[in-house]
């Protein structure tokens, strides 16, 4: 099923910027779907965007349109999401993942990300 790694969470204030990053081993990533999910405290797993293999074809949910930004580099295995204009509505814990939402599903550790000031 292979392996995910997040990393580059971190505190930021209201309106800053962070880039997240997921480093995949043990499968073929560009073959993949893939995409980010956010859990925020006290609440359950949320969707928040999603890329395509081949064509690269990219979704957001409604809140992050426009501020979040998902990419991938097959030849690094890596999967990206920029994030610009954040809220404190935003903090929660991001994950990557493959076949989300079904049996199969793989899922990293998670980065926090925490909007304050």
């Known amino acids: 099923q292979g392996q995910l790694v997040e990393s580059g969470g971190g505190l930021v204030q209201p309106g800053g910027s962070l880039r997240l990053s997921c480093a995949a081993s043990g499968f073929t990533f560009s073959l993949y779907t893939m995409n980010w999910i956010r859990q925020a405290p006290g609440k359950g797993l949320e969707w928040v965007s999603s890329?395509?293999?081949?064509?690269?074809?990219?979704k957001y949910t409604d809140s992050v349109k426009g501020r979040f930004t998902i990419s991938r580099d097959n030849a690094k295995k890596t999967l990206y999401l920029q994030m610009n204009g954040l809220k404190p509505e935003d903090t929660a814990v991001y994950y990557c993942a493959k076949n989300w939402g079904t049996s199969s599903e793989t899922r990293g550790q998670g980065t926090q990300v925490t909007v304050s000031s």
């Open positions: 890329i395509s293999s081949g064509s690269g074809l990219t």
